[in-house]
């Protein structure tokens, strides 16, 4: 059995964040790297009396990989779906589909016991409540102005994108998110998404970063990626996808206030006052660029401003 505190934090994510009900089948995804929390998750639905199905995949290679066919039909045939697992599930067709056909579903990528115990401990009632009211102010932005200390100065067009609010409470079919959750996030226009982008917390698939990675863009699209050795495995990492894998796919907005900079971007990206921009599948938000890969990189202390003069964030302090 998971011990106590483990499986505390998975109780209160069956019950508070999915509204697990008696009897349902809840699927939970997970593989080698990230077992210890799927099996917690599994656990606690047995507790709360609905009918979990614990499925263990080797490790995708990268974020956004699809899972086997038989764990694809498992996620579309559940109720409820918990992807506990060490590279991210959320953009793949298996997920979309299990979405659409009605799941409740939450996506745990890089999730560890400790993320678990720390970030599901507050109430999300909270979480949700600042996440929905960031996500109105920025809807009907047509574009952000970027910046930061570390070198950032970045143009983001946003004319017509809808920011949804990622708040942790998934109660409704096809309601689909995070845990830890606490962010708000929308897909750029790529057309005058231009400049330099430093980040300086983290990237997924790269982790803690030991010296900043800069990258330019040019219309929503990465023409060059420096730095040292963690800059060049980002670049690894995004060479077998072509431009596909350079693509501006998201701007996040963490608003998660006891999430903390550690390394793994699940958690790392909800950190209330950062800003995350991600490369890669843009289909989860509208676009049309459907690669087997999304990453998100962090950047610590960020000012943020509308092209209205809304001051957002201002050197990593929240304004919402």
């Not at 953009?91 to 890089?110: C, D, F, N, Q, V």
């Not at 995004?238 to 894998?245: C, N, R, S, V």
Request: glycine letters at 12%.
């Amino acid at each position: 059995m998971p011990h106590e505190d483990l499986q505390t934090a998975a109780r209160h994510t069956l019950a508070d964040c999915m509204n697990v009900r008696s009897g349902e089948v809840v699927a939970v995804v997970t593989d080698d790297l990230t077992r210890a929390v799927g099996e917690a998750l599994a656990h606690a639905a047995h507790e709360l009396d609905a009918e979990p199905v614990l499925a263990v995949m080797r490790p995708r290679e990268v974020n956004g990989e699809e899972p086997p066919a038989p764990v694809a039909a498992l996620m579309r045939d559940s109720a409820l779906l918990l992807l506990a697992t060490h590279f991210s599930l959320s953009h793949t067709r298996a997920r979309k589909a299990a979405s659409r056909a009605g799941a409740r579903a939450a996506s745990l990528p890089g999730i560890t016991e400790d993320i678990m115990v720390r970030t599901m401990a507050v109430d999300y009632r909270d979480v949700a409540a600042r996440t929905r009211v960031l996500a109105e102010r920025l809807r009907e932005v047509d574009s952000f102005r970027l910046t930061s200390e570390s070198g950032t100065d970045m143009t983001i067009n946003a004319a017509g994108v809808e920011f949804s609010a990622d708040t942790g409470l998934y109660h409704q079919p096809g309601d689909f998110g995070n845990l830890p959750a606490g962010e708000a996030c929308g897909g750029p226009v790529l057309a005058g998404s231009t400049g330099v982008a430093v980040f300086d917390g983290s990237f997924a698939g790269v982790g803690l970063l030991s010296a900043p990675i800069t990258v330019e863009f040019e219309d929503g699209l990465a023409t060059s990626i420096a730095g040292g050795a963690e800059a060049e495995a980002l670049s690894r990492m995004l060479e077998p996808f072509g431009d596909g894998g350079k693509v501006l796919a998201e701007l996040g907005v963490g608003t998660h206030p006891e999430a903390e900079v550690r390394g793994v971007v699940l958690e790392d990206e909800k950190v209330l006052g950062t800003v995350h921009l991600a490369f890669g599948n843009n289909v989860g938000f509208g676009g049309d660029n459907d690669v087997a890969i999304h990453v998100d990189g962090v950047i610590r202390a960020p000012t943020l401003v509308t092209d209205g003069g809304d001051l957002l964030i201002e050197n990593g302090n929240p304004h919402f």
